[in-house]
């Protein structure tokens, strides 16, 4: 009986994003009850319905063994400690049987080559880490290109709903960080919302959106107004008129039809952040990841804030990679952007985003034009960098393509 099986088990059922952060398979277990149980979690978790005692056990556990594990586990706090010690014995159980195996190699040469090529396998469970042959990798590549060439020249990512920028960035792309940086109350928040919004109705894209600066309610407000065209100072207010109701009708039905998935505590941790994003894509499907924004995120370090918002920003890079999804993440300017044009080193508080970012629009107002809004595209890994002149609409809370 393991007592480490039994608690890392009743800890994912306790907290279920705990999932997204273990690296096990149902041989790691050595209780029937535990493989069973662990199957039906990975099942779950495989159709996008979250762990609990109810659906593992509709999913195959059985009840009674499942409700000892949660009732056995006060809280989630030392999952780590239990997953280490399921590996442990694990990787114990896999060496006596190499052991075995080695007694009875023909000969000395083969017991030595046989034992190399197990202890690496062992050492390599539960890492994730795999080394992967080149020959594989081009097969791969070959296929992407192929994919890309059968589009006659379309844009290959999620289409932005900028058709400028479109032809720039060629859409949004998997395991790419894409950055919209400003100063405070610039637009970068508004252009983020409509980018998402855009996707999510028009797009008909699953969308992930985490707001650490405003809440769900007001991003409600935001994209009501601006995709009905409904001033927000009515909506705000509740002074609407007969056409404003109508044009409410209208929107809400799109906004309701559209798949759009929204976390918005304040101040959130980082590893919260992560936890919630890996949520968003496995649980709900979500196809691209958006974050409200960058420097908000807290990082539990004691280190100065320069390093704890180059880990975020490292952190968000690699959640694009991990989740395979485009992740595209508001960013704050430094206060000394004000009266001048932005340049790729003015994020605020670390030289490590501008690194991180795959490709990086800084947001300028124009000085001649009041509504009128610079998108400026900085850093492009996939393309060239340049500008495109954007209308911003207040009452609407919306950016429009503008004349150039």
């Given at each position: 009986?393991?007592?480490?099986?039994?608690?890392?088990?009743?800890?994912?059922?306790?907290?279920?994003?705990?999932?997204?952060?273990?690296?096990?398979?149902?041989?790691?277990?050595?209780?029937?009850?535990?493989?069973?149980?662990?199957?039906?979690?990975?099942?779950?978790?495989?159709?996008?319905?979250?762990?609990?005692?109810?659906?593992?056990?509709?999913?195959?556990?059985?009840?009674?063994?499942?409700?000892?594990?949660?009732?056995?586990?006060?809280?989630?706090?030392?999952?780590?400690?239990?997953?280490?010690?399921v590996i442990t014995e694990y990787r114990r159980r896999r060496i006596q049987?190499?052991?075995?195996?080695?007694?009875?190699?023909?000969?000395?040469?083969?017991?030595?080559?046989?034992?190399?090529?197990?202890?690496?396998?062992?050492?390599?469970?539960?890492?994730?880490?795999?080394?992967?042959?080149?020959?594989?990798?081009?097969?791969?590549?070959?296929?992407?290109?192929?994919?890309?060439?059968?589009?006659?020249?379309?844009?290959?990512?999620?289409?932005?709903?900028?058709?400028?920028?479109?032809?720039?960035?060629?859409?949004?792309?998997?395991?790419?960080?894409?950055?919209?940086?400003?100063?405070?109350?610039?637009?970068?928040?508004?252009?983020?919302?409509?980018?998402?919004?855009?996707?999510?109705?028009?797009?008909?894209?699953?969308?992930?959106?985490?707001?650490?600066?405003?809440?769900?309610?007001?991003?409600?407000?935001?994209?009501?107004?601006?995709?009905?065209?409904?001033?927000?100072?009515?909506?705000?207010?509740?002074?609407?008129?007969?056409?404003?109701?109508?044009?409410?009708?209208?929107?809400?039905?799109?906004?309701?039809?559209?798949?759009?998935?929204?976390?918005?505590?304040?101040?959130?941790?980082?590893?919260?952040?992560?936890?919630?994003?890996?949520?968003?894509?496995?649980?709900?499907?979500?196809?691209?990841?958006?974050?409200?924004?960058?420097?908000?995120?807290?990082?539990?370090?004691k280190d100065e804030r320069r390093n704890r918002v180059a880990q975020a920003?490292?952190?968000?890079?690699?959640?694009?990679?991990?989740?395979?999804?485009?992740?595209?993440?508001?960013?704050?300017?430094?206060?000394?952007?004000?009266?001048?044009?932005?340049?790729?080193?003015?994020?605020?508080?670390?030289?490590?985003?501008?690194?991180?970012?795959?490709?990086?629009?800084?947001?300028?107002?124009?000085?001649?034009?009041?509504?009128?809004?610079?998108?400026?595209?900085?850093?492009?890994?996939?393309?060239?960098?340049?500008?495109?002149?954007?209308?911003?609409?207040?009452?609407?809370?919306?950016?429009?393509?503008?004349?150039?």
């Amino acid at each position: 009986m393991s007592e480490a099986e039994r608690s890392i088990l009743g800890q994912i059922l306790l907290k279920p994003s705990l999932w997204f952060e273990l690296n096990l398979e149902p041989r790691h277990f050595i209780e029937p009850e535990a493989r069973r149980t662990f199957s039906a979690i990975k099942k779950c978790v495989a159709d996008g319905v979250e762990p609990d005692l109810m659906t593992v056990y509709d999913y195959g556990a059985d009840a009674a063994y499942a409700s000892a594990l949660t009732n056995a586990v006060g809280s989630a706090a030392n999952w780590k400690y239990y997953y280490d010690k399921v590996i442990t014995e694990y990787r114990r159980r896999r060496i006596q049987t190499l052991s075995h195996e080695l007694v009875d190699a023909d000969t000395v040469e083969n017991a030595v080559a046989a034992a190399h090529a197990g202890l690496v396998d062992i050492l390599s469970e539960g890492t994730g880490d795999k080394i992967h042959n080149r020959a594989d990798i081009l097969h791969d590549a070959i296929d992407a290109i192929e994919a890309r060439y059968k589009l006659g020249g379309a844009i290959p990512g999620i289409r932005t709903g900028f058709d400028t920028l479109d032809n720039y960035v060629l859409g949004w792309q998997r395991q790419r960080l894409y950055l919209i940086g400003a100063r405070p109350s610039q637009g970068k928040s508004a252009l983020l919302l409509n980018i998402a919004d855009s996707i999510s109705i028009d797009s008909k894209t699953t969308v992930g959106f985490i707001s650490i600066e405003s809440s769900r309610e007001e991003l409600m407000i935001r994209t009501l107004s601006s995709r009905g065209s409904i001033p927000s100072h009515n909506l705000a207010t509740g002074m609407m008129g007969k056409s404003d109701f109508d044009k409410l009708i209208n929107v809400a039905d799109d906004v309701f039809k559209s798949k759009f998935y929204i976390y918005d505590v304040p101040n959130q941790e980082l590893s919260k952040i992560q936890a919630i994003a890996r949520q968003m894509v496995e649980f709900h499907g979500c196809d691209i990841l958006f974050l409200d924004y960058l420097q908000k995120i807290r990082v539990q370090s004691k280190d100065e804030r320069r390093n704890r918002v180059a880990q975020a920003s490292t952190a968000l890079k690699d959640l694009s990679r991990q989740l395979n999804i485009p992740v595209i993440a508001a960013a704050q300017l430094r206060r000394d952007v004000d009266g001048r044009e932005p340049h790729l080193g003015d994020f605020s508080d670390s030289s490590e985003i501008e690194k991180d970012a795959d490709v990086a629009i800084l947001l300028h107002h124009d000085q001649d034009e009041e509504d009128a809004v610079w998108a400026i595209i900085a850093k492009n890994r996939d393309g060239s960098t340049g500008r495109i002149k954007l209308r911003f609409s207040k009452p609407y809370v919306r950016f429009e393509e503008g004349v150039q």
